[in-house]
C-alpha cells in the first residue's frame, strides 16, 4: 500500500487559473472548422462560433485562451483582420501548409469567442515581421475607452466599449520562427516594445509576457531576464513532450505506440519539474522586487500526424497516455505555482495535444479533455503540500515513478489528484490527511481504459471519467487506482 501525505501545513500559494490555459492559433482546423465555422455554416453556431465546442469548452473550465500563435503570431497583421469581411485580404499561412487564410477570423471574432467562453484573451503580437507601432496600436485598438484613432476605428468596426485585454505576448520562439534572433537583440527589442505598449485604464493594468526559452536554455531565460526583466510581467517556456525524436517525421505515433514509447513519452514529461525549477531560479535571482512569472505558454505531446492528414496541420489522437502527460504537467504546474503564473495546452482543437476533436459537423472530447475536467477544482484554490511514496516503473533507461500528485484545498474541500504511471499494476493508496480536518466524506473519480485507449468518431465515449471507490479511514481515505489512470478526490 503507498502511503500519500497531504500536508495543508505547507503551500506554496494560490494557483493560479490561468495555470489550465490552452492556446489557439491559425494552424490546420484549429480556428476554422474545430472553432469557427462562420455565420453561415449548417453546424449550429452562435456569431460563427460552434456552439458545441464552446459549450464543452466552458464546461471543462477554460480560463484563458492564446492566439493567434505560435509562429502564426509574428507573420500576422492585426488589420488584415478587421473591418467588412469581403474586403479582409487573403494571404498564405506561410508556417502552417501553405493554405489560404481569408482573416474571417481576426481580432472581434476572438475577443467574440472569449466573451462567449468567459474566458481572458492572451494575445501574441508580432514582433518578428511586424513593427512597434503596429503592435502599440493594435494594444491602444483593444484597449482605449476614450478618444484616439484606433478606438474610433474600433467604433467603427462595431465595438464601442474597450475590451481590456490584459494579457500580451511580446512576439513568438523569438530565438527560432519569431526571427531566429540571439537573445542579446531579442532583449533589446522587448525593452522597446514593451516600452510603447500602454496602459489605458489605471484599473487594467496589461500584462507583458517576453517571448522566452525553448527546453533547457537557460542562457536565453538569462540574458532576457537581465537586459529586460524590469519591463515584463511574465516571461515564456516552451517545452513539448516528443517520444521518439525531434524530426518532423519520426515524432512516434500517437496511438499503437510500442511499451517503450509510453514510458520514454511520460519519462520526458517529468522533465518539466527540472525544467520549471531551473528557469525559475533565473527569474528569482533577476526580477529584483517585482515578481516576474513563469508563463508554460506551450506545451503537451507532439507525435506524428495521423496518417493521411496534412503534415502541416498537426492532427494527431489523443490516448491515455496523453491523459497521463496531462494530468503530470498539471500536478508539476500546481506544485510550483509560486512562480508557475500561467500555461497553455498546445492546442485547444484539432491541433496536437487537443482537448476536443471535431470532423465536420462531429465532435469528441480526449482523455486530455477530462482530465482537464477532473483537475479544474484545483483552479484559484489553495496549494497544499503532498507527497507519495512511489517505486520506479518502465521498460529499460526509461524509468519513471509510478504515481504523481498534487493537492489543494478551497471551499469546496480538497481535491487530491494522482495518476497512476505503471501500466500494469493497480497502487493501493493510503492516504493521510494533515492540517485538513479529517472530513465527513470522499468522491472518487477515475478515468481509465488502458494506456492506448481513446475515443474515436463512432466511439467517442471509450475513455471518459467513472465513479472510483474510496473509504475514509479516519485520518484520510484509501483507495484502488487501476492501471495507467488518472484519478481525483474530494474530500468534503
Ligand atoms: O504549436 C505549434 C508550434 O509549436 C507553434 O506555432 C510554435 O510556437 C511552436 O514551435
Known sequence: ???????????????????????SEHLGRCIYNGIYVGENSDIPHKNGMRTDVVQALKAMGIPLLRWPGGCFADTYHWRDGIGPKESRKKIVNTNWGGVTEDNSFGTHEFLELCRQLDCQPYISGNVGSGTVQEFSDWVEYCNMGGQSPMAEERRGNGQDTPWNV?????????????????????????RQYATYLRNYDKDHKIFKIASGASVEDYRWTKVIMEQAGHLIDGVSLHYYTIPRS?????????????????????????RMEDLIENHSRIVRQYQGDRQVGLCVDEWGTWFDVEPGTNPGFLYQQNTMRDALVAAINLNIFNNHCDTVVMANIAQVVNVLQ????????????????????????????????????????????????????????????ALITVANLDDRNSAELDCVLSGLGQGNAVEGRVLTGGCSAYNDFGSEGIVKPTALAAELTGNGFQATLPPCSVAAFTIK
Request: proline share 5%.
Open 354 to 413: 487537443a482537448v476536443i476533436l471535431t470532423e465536420g459537423p462531429k465532435m469528441l472530447l480526449t482523455p486530455t479533455y477530462h482530465v482537464f475536467q477532473m483537475y479544474k477544482g484545483h483552479q484559484g484554490a489553495k496549494h497544499v503540500e503532498s507527497y507519495v511514496e512511489t517505486f520506479l516503473t518502465g521498460e529499460g533507461e526509461y524509468q519513471v515513478p509510478n504515481l504523481h500528485i498534487s493537492a489543494s484545498e478551497s471551499k469546496e474541500g
Open 1 to 23: 500500500m503507498a502511503k500519500a501525505i497531504i500536508n495543508a501545513n505547507r503551500s506554496q500559494g494560490a494557483i493560479h487559473p490561468n495555470i489550465y490555459g490552452h492556446f
Open 246 to 270: 525531434e524530426s518532423w517525421q519520426d515524432k512516434g505515433p500517437a496511438t499503437g505506440f510500442p511499451r517503450h514509447e509510453y514510458f520514454s513519452t511520460l519519462w520526458k514529461t517529468l
Open 166 to 190: 490584459k494579457y500580451w505576448g511580446i512576439g513568438n520562439e523569438a530565438w527560432g520562427c519569431g526571427g531566429n534572433m540571439r537573445p542579446e537583440f531579442y532583449a533589446d527589442l522587448c
